[in-house]
């Protein structure tokens, strides 16, 4: 299929679109991720054999992904190499997994399961958004700098934090069925890692990022059934 995206027949039957080596040298996101095509190959093999290890595994990410595939909405899945983990573009339709990440999440122990829960984690978004749950881009939010309003920060924080709660509240039902199909080193994330806006109103300092993590058993989404 020379330099267009690949396409593989999932366990499920579905079609998943996977990214080609042309798709990342023109992706900016994935500038300095690999020095070679046999470097992203080698990436890619990795990404689809723990992919079928994710869906084998809990049938809510194997739900997730199928609904994803059988959605008009096209979403192509780039492997990484060591990308902090993953993230989800709504707009674009990509969906970026890190497969050799030197910092796991604090609720995984290696990579294999680490890769397995950003699977889940950014599947979540991707069908949460499908579902019009989450915004297709929570940056539409982003005050300008010189004219924020302390409201206008805390809507942008709210969409945020509901943004990444939902997911991980998801992502830990999918591992939920790791633990319980017998996948090691990994537990369910008790917090998610974020950065806020701080206002502040100090001359030209309107605002300022600040760490801070949402506890995410206190996070659901809006519906008790996915299917």
Request: no cysteine; proline share 3%; glycine share 8%.
């Amino acid at each position: 299929m020379g330099n267009n995206p690949v396409s593989i027949i999932d366990p499920d039957g579905g079609i998943i679109k996977w990214a080609s080596w042309r798709d990342v040298k023109q992706n900016d996101r994935m500038k300095g991720q690999f020095s070679s095509r046999s470097e992203f190959r080698k990436a890619k093999r990795v990404l689809k054999q723990r992919y079928k290890e994710t869906i084998k595994n809990s049938d809510l990410a194997k739900g997730v992904y199928k609904n994803i595939d059988d959605n008009k909405k096209i979403y192509t899945i780039y492997a990484a190499n060591d990308y902090g983990g993953g993230g989800t573009d709504h707009a674009m339709g990509e969906i970026i997994i890190g497969v050799n990440e030197k910092n796991f999440l604090n609720h995984a122990t290696n990579q294999v399961v680490n890769t397995m829960a950003i699977i889940a984690h950014e599947g979540a978004h991707a069908w949460l958004h499908l579902m019009g749950i989450e915004p297709e881009d929570i940056t539409v939010a982003l005050p300008e700098i010189m004219s924020a309003t302390k409201n206008e920060v805390d809507h942008y924080n709210s969409l945020k934090v509901a943004r990444e709660g939902k997911a991980s509240f998801m992502e830990n039902m999918m591992i939920g069925e790791f633990i319980s199909n017998g996948i090691k080193g990994i537990e369910p994330r008790e917090f998610y890692q974020m950065s806020l806006l701080r206002f502040m109103d100090s001359g030209f300092l309107k605002y300022q990022l600040y760490p801070t993590q949402i506890n995410v058993q206190q996070e659901r989404v809006l519906s008790p059934r996915f299917f």
